[in-house]
């Protein structure tokens, strides 16, 4: 079998949108469907779901890196920039919709960062 190798530029999309989303698929379409995601569902008709973004997302969480296309690339890509720019924002400017936003990118901003050795009491003094 032959394996297919991402560019690097592609792997580096690859490990910031999963860096960044930090929801489950599962768990963002739950969020998707409750009213405070917004006033419309994560229905089965694509084009009936204004969340296009959302339902994009929890498609591409449910990949493989070697099955990415084109369209998912620039999601991902659409994704780190947003969020990106979501985080930037003054803490004295972040309101509750603020954090919708960021959720419907995959991202709760109320999640502990597991990679953050304060957060995680079992990383000190590991390797």
Known sequence: ????????????LWRGFHATVNMHGEELRRWLLTDASGPDTFSA????????????IVEI???RRVDLT???V?????????????????SEERGEQWRHDLMTLGHDPLRPDPASPE???GAEGTL
């Not at 008709?45 to 994009?56: F, K, N, Y």
């Not at 620039?74 to 003054?90: G, I, K, S």
């Open 1 to 12: 079998m032959v394996r297919e190798r991402l560019d690097p530029e592609t792997a580096e």
């Open 45 to 56: 008709e694509p084009s009936m779901d204004v969340s296009r973004l959302g339902r994009r």
């Open 61 to 63: 969480l449910d990949k």
């Open 70 to 72: 084109s369209d998912d």
């Open 74 to 90: 620039d999601t991902m890509r659409e994704v780190v920039e947003n969020a990106a720019r979501l985080l930037a924002v003054p």
């Open 119 to 121: 957060e995680d009491p």
